[in-house]
């Protein structure tokens, strides 16, 4: 069995499975993607030279999968009485950087995760008895996936090509200052679009924000709790205590009439709208330089979600072609977004 195993939201099996499709296509092997039983993950057959070559796509090019995972064997009728032996005769024996227990993070998957925290330290010692190495700080790291307690997927995957969380969640604290859990949206997306010599140079005191639908305040405080000067345009009222103690100014207005006085540094946007307006405006936004980068949150419709997705990014790539901006365009369905996805896009030097 090989091929990949992709976790991603549940409810969102069918647009991972096209994704994954679209690449295999661009391999031209031309396959189709499997949602698991319980949901959350998608397996997509592949031959092994094509799974090696899809396993080493740059993870941040996946954007309904959460995690990415080269699949190198299956086993089921797992007995109760024995579930090691099975799945250490299963792993090939060679070394793994580390060994991870997952089951999807959905209503199916959450009763697994007791079992597989429970279940690995016995889990462990019957793999270092078959000769399979742990802690090799350069293998792979090596994946069980449970879809019930008696079938396991076993995977590997690259650590600096793959999500560094376990189910691909990302481990967040949060802000209690915040004023709405919407700000945990955008700290995973600085976290996943932009390294850490990014957020240095662009998150830096100083720099201007317009966040554009910004009502409590959750985005403003990411930007403004480090020193930024926000304009928060929105008819709907701000934080009292946000607004007393940062840099922030309100302004009540339609986010898609504002422009800036003077050009800014950033444009980010949570309007809840149709997400083919949203693009055109974040488009505008760049192509007429009145910002050098953006995150904005698309809310995707309730049916054709995939295409909805395309169509925006093809409607900003068609704008910033025809403006000959050079861009870099990204998206991500991060875990803190629920029916969306999220959209990074900076103007090049
Ligand atoms: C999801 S909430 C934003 C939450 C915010 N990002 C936060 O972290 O607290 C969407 C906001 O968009 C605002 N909004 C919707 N359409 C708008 C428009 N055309 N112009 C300005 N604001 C708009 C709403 O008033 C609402 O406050």
Same mark, same amino acid.
């Given at each position: ?33 499997? &949602? /698991?039983?319980?949901?959350? !993950?998608?397996?997509?057959? +592949?031959?092994? =030279? $094509? *799974? @090696?070559?899809? %396993?080493?796509? #740059? ?19 797992l007995p109760e009485r024995d579930r090691?032996?099975?799945? &250490? /005769?299963?792993?090939?024996? !060679?070394?793994?950087?580390? +060994?991870?227990? =997952? $089951? *999807? @993070?959905?209503? %199916?998957?959450? #009763? ?29 790291? /090596? ?20 999500? #560094? ?43 201007r924000v317009v966040d554009l639908g ?128 999220t959209g990074y896009l900076e103007r090049?030097?």
């Amino acid at each position: 069995m090989s091929g990949l195993l992709l976790y991603c939201r549940g409810g969102f099996e069918t647009e991972c499975a096209r994704e994954a499709e679209s690449y295999a296509f661009e391999l031209g092997i031309d396959t189709e993607a499997e &949602a /698991l039983p319980g949901g959350g !993950a998608v397996f997509l057959p +592949l031959p092994e =030279e $094509a *799974a @090696d070559e899809l %396993a080493a796509l #740059p993870f941040f090019r996946w954007v309904f999968a959460r995690q990415c995972l080269r699949v190198i064997g299956h086993v089921g009728n797992l007995p109760e009485r024995d579930r090691t032996g099975p799945i &250490a /005769l299963a792993v090939p024996p !060679a070394a793994y950087c580390e +060994l991870w227990l =997952e $089951a *999807a @993070d959905t209503e %199916a998957g959450k #009763p697994l995760l007791p079992f597989c925290r429970k279940f690995a330290p016995y889990l462990e010692k019957a793999l270092i008895e078959r000769k399979v190495k742990l802690g090799s700080p350069r293998g792979p790291r /090596l994946h069980v996936f449970f879809t019930d307690k008696q079938t396991a997927w076993l995977a590997t995957s690259e650590p600096g090509n793959a999500s #560094p969380w376990p189910q691909g969640i990302p481990r967040l604290r949060f802000p209690h200052e915040a004023p709405s859990r919407s700000t945990m949206k955008l700290a995973e997306a600085i976290h996943v679009f932009l390294d850490q010599q990014d957020q240095q140079r662009y998150l830096k005191q100083g720099l201007r924000v317009v966040d554009l639908g910004a009502a409590p305040g959750g985005w403003t405080w990411q930007f403004a709790s480090r020193g930024l000067k926000v304009t928060a345009v929105d008819n709907g009222r701000m934080d009292k205590k946000l607004m007393a103690e940062y840099d922030v100014t309100h302004v009540q207005d339609d986010g898609f009439r504002y422009r800036p006085v003077k050009p800014v540094d950033w444009m980010v946007c949570d309007m809840v709208e149709q997400p083919a307006r949203i693009a055109q405006l974040v488009a505008k936004w760049l192509a007429e330089g009145w910002c050098r980068r953006s995150i904005f949150n698309l809310k995707l419709p309730m049916k054709k979600r995939y295409e909805e997705y395309l169509r925006c990014k093809a409607l900003i790539q068609d704008t910033l072609r025809k403006a000959k901006v050079p861009y870099r365009l990204r998206f991500k369905q991060l875990y803190h977004d629920r029916e969306e996805v999220t959209g990074y896009l900076e103007r090049r030097e």
